[in-house]
């Protein structure tokens, strides 16, 4: 079975600055990746995904996250946040096909962006 | 685009009350899923399906039952409401398995008194 971890649940940055949130995941084979976001009131919308190929992988709104096998890590960035990034991202890890896939959220980290 | 339609969006009702939560989705998605999001626990999977007349067992399926009437329409079903039932739902889709991107609906949210 899969897992993931997201250590940091509350983190606060500058308007301007650079944003890296934290996703560490446990599972033996090969797993797809996904950065979800959550703004208030709203459901989860998919930022970015990796599958395969280029371990750098873009997103919407100037996201990226980065895959690194040895470390088990898919760590989201951002070069320069803005106000409207405060939501809630969800770190999430799927394995399996079809019928038998299974998705696995983190606890989730709330980005709050100050003046 | 792709869209998922839950109802009502707001629910209050008493411990061992009967409670339905409704998802639509016009995606032409197989599969559909009902999630709960409680704080410190992320989204945890409550039972899924992927077809009409299908159910699958999620990881925290106690106190729920679900059915799936036809592509577009599942539902999630409290017969007895405790208060640790009270929690933010969601309902979603996916065309081929979770490995593919998932489409959430806005949740509901259920109290439990």
């Known amino acids: 079975a899969q897992s993931v971890t997201q250590p940091d649940a509350r983190v606060t940055v500058s308007e301007g600055a650079s944003l890296q949130l934290r996703c560490k995941y446990s599972?033996?084979?090969?797993?797809?990746l996904f950065w979800y976001v959550q703004y208030p009131r709203q459901g989860l919308q998919l930022l970015l995904k990796?599958?395969?190929?280029?371990?750098v992988v873009q997103g919407v709104n100037g996201f990226e996250a980065e895959f690194i096998k040895s470390n088990s890590s898919f760590h989201l960035r951002k070069a320069s946040v803005h106000w409207s990034d405060s939501a809630v991202y969800f770190c999430?890890?799927?394995?399996?096909?079809?019928?038998?896939?299974?998705?696995?959220f983190g606890k989730g980290a709330k980005l709050t962006v100050s003046p | 685009e792709a869209a998922v339609t839950q109802s009502p969006r707001n629910k209050v009702t008493v411990t061992g009350g009967n409670v339905t939560l409704s998802c639509r989705q016009t995606?032409?998605?197989?599969?559909m899923y009902w999630y709960r999001q409680d704080t410190g626990h992320g989204l945890r999977l409550i039972h899924y399906?992927?077809?009409?007349?299908?159910?699958q067992i999620g990881d925290v399926p106690d106190g729920y039952k679900a059915t799936r009437t036809t592509q577009e329409d599942f539902f999630l079903l409290l017969e007895l409401a405790s208060p640790s039932q009270t929690s933010l739902y969601f309902c979603?889709?996916?065309?081929?398995?979770?490995?593919?991107?998932?489409?959430f609906g806005k949740g509901t949210r259920l109290t439990v008194v």
């Open positions: 979603a889709s996916s065309d081929q398995g979770q490995t593919t991107e998932v489409f």
């Open positions: 399906s992927y077809g009409a007349g299908n159910l």
């Open positions: 995606n032409s998605h197989n599969y």
């Open positions: 990796y599958y395969s190929g280029d371990p």
């Open positions: 999430a890890v799927s394995a399996g096909q079809g019928t038998g896939s299974k998705l696995s």
């Open positions: 599972y033996s084979g090969t797993p797809y």
